[in-house]
């Protein structure tokens, strides 16, 4: 017995470099679970090969703009000339549905969900240690040695927001880290917080 | 990879006569798994077929009041003429080697656990409803009509302490139970504020 039906919005975040996307991709490899990804919205092209409303919604800048204005966005950001964000109509409407909604998103854009849906569950991942990242970091392209700095440095910074997540889930090996994550969403169900109001709704059912 | 190598109290409660004991077992019989019982300390008769330092350690009521004074119980009560309660010094051992330490007690007591061991995981055991609770409380031995309606009464307070626990775990079925309080388990170590300080730690190796 599930004592609530609605799902959790489970924020995926960590530094650049660190394996998000690996480790929500094997996240929905397992068994059993109601998991859905929230797709991004963004302004820039579409590459080869993406479709439109499931890598993400391909929108004009105007119209980008226009959601911003009106509220409709959990979440964005720009990067390299481009916006990226989170649509938040589908997401309420997945969470109502009883689907854990998942975020895979920057933490920049992270510490946004978390002041706009304080009950959201926020999962940093991170490296086994500073150096294997920067390792990943440097292989990263053909990029200028600046480049490479600049990135060492958000990664840094990226680093100590850890501090404001609810969880912190090592990237050891991909497998462990999604089975770690599907722990707690299954435990974040059974938090008092959440379960409290049903529970006593079901005491006093006959 | 652990960030953090103690292990975690997990204390297992809830009203009597929901199933605690029987959600403990099913526990303990889960692969994997790293957890040890804290056999609890009583000055009641040993019963045929019980093991002193495996069921109970059994001590005189002498015994017991001397490790009250010495501070040396995390938690006691007094039912029906008899002492019960949980000696601290093995418990710290256990959890300082990595073990995740069980205790299954009464309500009165897990409160008692909380406030001297703020880091405890409180797990709330619930029955499927009220009722169901009831019918089991009625079916136990053949007591008068007063004494079935006193444990009522004792059933109805308990429930109240409900929102007092970290999670709430409905025994809806016993398997069911024991696998959300391994996830939780799981869940309770990936913790922020459990991690944060040898992540930074980690952090901080070459």
């Known amino acids: 017995m599930k004592l609530n039906d609605r799902g959790l919005l489970v924020v995926i975040s960590g530094p650049s470099g660190v394996g998000k996307g690996t480790v929500r991709r094997a996240l929905f490899e397992m068994p059993n679970h109601n998991l859905t990804y929230s797709v991004s919205m963004t302004t820039r092209q579409m590459r080869p090969g993406e479709v439109d409303g499931k890598d993400y919604y391909f929108v004009s800048e105007e119209e980008f703009k226009k959601n911003i204005a009106e509220g409709k966005m959990l979440e964005y950001a720009k990067f390299v000339g481009n916006y990226y964000g989170t649509p938040k109509d589908k997401i309420e409407e997945d969470l109502d549905s009883g689907k854990e909604v998942v975020l895979e998103i920057e933490v920049e854009g992270a510490t946004q969900v978390k002041a706009q849906m ?16 920067y390792e990943r970091l440097k292989k990263r392209g053909t990029d200028s040695d600046k480049t490479i700095q600049e990135r060492i440095d958000k990664a840094d910074r990226e680093f100590e927001c850890a501090k404001n997540y609810d969880y912190i889930v090592v990237n050891d090996e991909v497998s462990n880290a999604a089975d770690r994550i599907m722990a707690i969403i299954r435990a974040e169900h059974a938090k008092t917080k959440r379960t409290l109001h049903s529970y006593i709704e079901l005491l006093n059912e006959k």
Chains 1, 2 share one sequence.
């Open 118 to 133: 304080p009950d959201c569950v926020m999962i940093f991942i991170a490296p086994p240690s500073k150096e294997a990242l």
